[in-house]
C-alpha cells in the first residue's frame, strides 16, 4: 500500500519527469504525452569489483551483466522506455572473497583514497550527480532504516531510457585502493532510489 507520502511524491516526480520529458526518448515522450506510463518505486543498484581501482573509474562499463542480488542494469544503458527519477543515492563498501559481489556485507569504511574520492554520473555531457564518497557511504549495521542508508539530494535528478551513462569513482591524483587482505577482493555497492517510469496494462 503507498502511503500519502509516497504519493506525493510521486505526484512531484511526475510532474519534475514531464517538465524535462523533451529529452527523453521519442517514444517514451509519445508514452507520457498519452498518459500510457506511470511512475512505479524503483532501486537501480550494482555491485562491483574495485580492487586496484584508481584514476577515474567506471563502475559500470559494456560488460555490467543483469544478475540477481549483483547489479539490476545491463551495460550502460537503462532499457528504452524506462526513465527514472530519483532522490537518495546510498553506496557501501565491502572486502569479501573474490567473485562474491553478491554475498558481502556491505557498510562504511576508512579507506582513505575510497573516501576521498567523488562519485559522478554523467549522461550525454550532462551531470547528473557528483557528490563526495564520504558522503554517500553508508553506516554499517543490518538494521538500519531506509532513512539511515541513504544520502538525500537537494532535489530530484533523472536518469534517461536508452541513452549511454557514465558511472564513475573519481579518485584523488595518485591515489588508488589499496592492496586488499591475503585472498580477498575490495568491493562497492551503489543504490539509487526513486521511482521508474512503467506502461500502463491495457
Known amino acids: 500500500m503507498q502511503t500519502l507520502k509516497n504519493l506525493s511524491l510521486i505526484t512531484l516526480a511526475w510532474t519534475f519527469l514531464k517538465s524535462v520529458s523533451a529529452i527523453l526518448s521519442s517514444e517514451l515522450q509519445g508514452l507520457i504525452e498519452q498518459q500510457r506510463v506511470r511512475l512505479t518505486d524503483h532501486t537501480i543498484f550494482v555491485r562491483k569489483n574495485i580492487t586496484g581501482a584508481s ?12 544478475i540477481d542480488g549483483v547489479s ?4 550502460t544503458r537503462l532499457t528504452k522506455n ?3 527519477v530519483f532522490s537518495q543515492i546510498a553506496l557501501g563498501y565491502a572486502e569479501a572473497d573474490p567473485n562474491k559481489e553478491g554475498g558481502a556485507t556491505y557498510g ?3 579507506i582513505a583514497a575510497l573516501r ?5 554520473i554523467t549522461q550525454n555531457n550532462r551531470e547528473v550527480v557528483s557528490i563526495p564518497v564520504a ?3 553508508r553506516p554499517s549495521g543490518t538494521s538500519l532504516s531506509s532513512s539511515e542508508k541513504y544520502y538525500k539530494l537537494g532535489g530530484l535528478a533523472f536518469l534517461v531510457d536508452d541513452e549511454e551513462m557514465e558511472w564513475q569513482l573519481k579518485f584523488p591524483a595518485g591515489e588508488s585502493m589499496p592492496a586488499p587482505a591475503a585472498g580477498k577482493a575490495h568491493y562497492l555497492e551503489v543504490f539509487i532510489k526513486g521511482f521508474k517510469t512503467i506502461k500502463n496494462i491495457g
Open 55 to 66: 584514476s577515474n573509474f567506471d563502475v559500470i562499463d559494456a560488460t555490467t551483466e543483469k
Open 72 to 75: 539490476s542494469i545491463k551495460g
Open 82 to 84: 524506462q526513465a527514472v
Open 108 to 110: 562504511s569504511t576508512n
Open 116 to 120: 576521498n574520492a567523488t562519485f559522478v
Open 135 to 137: 558522503d554517500l557511504l
